[in-house]
Each structure stands twice: as C-alpha cells, then as structure tokens.
C-alpha cells in the first residue's frame, strides 16, 4: 500500500512495515514512521524562502526526515522548537 511518493507499507514476516522506495525496511507501520528517520531540525528559513524568520524570530524550527539507507527526502514538518515531532501519517491496518 502506497502512503506517500516514496513511502509504502508492506507485509514482512507477519506484520506490517514501512518501507522506502529503495526497499529500506523502516519499521513497524503502527508507530510514528518518522522514529525511523534521519533527522535534520534546522532554522525556519530553511523551509523556503516565502518564510519570513524575523516575524517568527526563533519559535519555530525546520525538520527534514530522510530514509537511513538512500538519505531521500521523505517529509518535511515545520514545528515549534520544542514540540515532539508530528505523527501525520496514520494508517488503520487489520490485525496480524
């Protein structure tokens, strides 16, 4: 099943996973896949250059999660600095 461009979850050895594009095997699809990223938290500005950083001055900040075995890009979150990260993507999966 497709999640995003390059994300999917598949069934592995009796139970769900997320897995890469290039065949990465994440992890476990009932948890925050993002937990098996690499992370990059970087300065607002980062996000684009429609973000303006002085009216956020240093509230916020810029995540990047990338796959741990290709270092694609997967998602990308812009958060209040000390805010856990997100858990956008949740899929309801049967049981096994």
Not at 8 to 16: A, L, V
Not at 31 to 53: D, Q
Request: charged share 25%; glycine share 10%.
């Amino acid at each position: 099943m497709n999640v995003t461009e390059f994300l999917r979850i598949e069934q592995r050895d009796g139970s769900y996973m997320f897995v890469c594009q290039c065949g990465q095997v994440l992890g476990d699809a009932r948890r925050n896949f993002k937990e098996f990223t690499l992370l990059e938290e970087g300065p607002i500005h980062e996000a684009g250059l429609r973000v303006n950083p002085y009216d956020v001055g240093g509230r916020f900040v810029f995540r990047q999660f990338y796959c741990p075995g290709c270092m694609r890009r997967l998602e990308t979150e812009v958060a209040m600095k000390d805010e856990p990260v997100l858990w956008d993507i949740q899929v309801e999966l049967p049981n096994g």
